[in-house]
């Protein structure tokens, strides 16, 4: 019985004595892992704070980039009729309709229309009186109804979904040389950004006054000259005038050609077909009413595009010389083409190949070898 108790507490001990070990080194490999983990654990949360610390940076369909991008278009064109195309193309992303309308004594003439279905050319309105007169003599942006800018333009082309619109004076050196109007188009849910609009239309102005004074070769050219330079129909741009040298033009062909008949504007614009069929893209058929889509979508690349130079001036003028554009760009470039293809990739423009375009025309001016043996149109 003494020999069976003495057994009993030798096996006792020993027992103890493996399990001791074996916790102990159980513990040892448990803390150590815990220790690892919470080693990763933390530069993982010190880099989640830190980045939600820092400002994320803007994507290619963010409406301040889109604005950013408008602004540059304005910024970049030297000549009247191209600073106002691109105050109009610019107001096109934050309107349902944008039209732009020329002082001609006291009525304002349609010059020139994004959205529309029909002839801006056609329309005018009577400044003394209705939201005109309102925006001349306030200076600032004014909202009524349509018709009270012109029953003519509600009548001919349609009235907006809410029946309002917003108008906004372009003034320059103190004097209203134009009236941008704006609504939000048939669509009830149409955009219609005022603040964007009002910036770009101020930004117009001041631009404008700075290529007369540029022109003029004058510092601060007076009250009368600027507003000369601001009322004078685009067309008459080119022509040497007594107050301002002839400067030389973009290598880039406007947008349009701009012709004058018996007291109005008229433009002459090269049609959607047309520009789809471009020496830098494929040649597009355009079915009977995907014109407007066709219109926005090429808009829309060029914004997208600008926007990559007007951030990446020093890259495109290397890209140019080097010859090797896309590689250099490359990040920029698919994220831009991304956001195009998102709008339309599944719209009856896709086929038009217009991001592209736009890629060889102004990143490469005109010459697609510019972006190097990587780029591939597909």
């Not at 990559?308 to 890259?315: G, H």
Request: charged share 25%; hydrophobic share 45%; aromatic share 6%.
């Amino acid at each position: 019985m003494a020999e069976s108790q003495d057994i009993r507490s030798s096996v006792e001990r020993i027992v103890a004595e493996v399990f001791a070990d074996f916790f102990a080194g159980l513990r040892a490999q448990v803390v150590e892992k815990v220790v690892a983990e919470v080693g990763t654990m933390a530069p993982a949360a010190k880099a989640e704070k830190s980045e939600k610390s820092m400002p994320r940076a803007a994507s290619a369909d963010d409406p301040t980039v889109v604005l950013n991008a408008a602004a540059g278009n304005v910024q970049n064109a030297t000549s009247q009729a191209d600073i106002l195309s691109a105050l109009l193309d610019g107001a096109a992303q934050f309107a349902g309709r944008a039209a732009l309308f020329v002082m001609r004594g006291s009525s304002a003439v349609g010059w020139k229309a994004e959205g529309f279905e029909g002839n801006i050319k056609d329309i005018s309105c009577d400044t003394t009186q209705g939201l005109a007169a309102r925006a001349i003599q306030d200076r600032m942006p004014v909202s009524a109804a349509a018709a009270e800018f012109s029953s003519e333009l509600v009548r001919s082309l349609g009235n907006p979904s809410d029946g309002n619109a917003l108008v906004l004076p372009l003034v320059a050196r103190e004097k209203v040389s134009a009236l941008l109007y704006a609504d939000r188009g048939s669509d009830p849910n149409g955009k219609l950004d005022s603040s964007a609009l009002e910036l770009l239309v101020r930004l117009t102005a001041l631009w404008l006054e700075a290529v007369a004074a540029r022109r003029s070769g004058a510092p601060a050219p007076s009250t009368e000259h600027v507003a000369e330079a601001v009322i004078t129909p685009p067309e008459r741009v080119h022509e040497p005038a007594a107050h301002f040298a002839p400067v030389p033009e973009p290598p880039i062909a406007p947008p349009e050609r701009v012709s004058e008949s018996v007291g109005t504007l008229t433009a002459t614009a090269p049609t959607a077909a047309a520009a789809a069929a471009t020496a830098t893209g494929p040649s597009v058929t355009i079915a009977p009413g995907d014109e407007e889509v066709h219109k926005k979508a090429k808009r829309f690349a060029k914004l997208l595009v600008d926007e990559i130079r007007l951030y990446n001036q020093a890259k495109v003028t290397e890209g140019r010389q080097k010859r090797d554009l896309y590689d250099r760009l490359k990040e920029d470039i698919e994220k831009s083409r991304a956001t195009y293809d998102k709008r339309y990739g599944s719209t009856p423009a896709a086929a038009a190949d217009y991001f592209n375009q736009e890629l060889i025309r102004i990143l490469a001016d005109n010459d697609a070898a510019l972006l190097g043996s990587s780029f591939s149109r597909v």
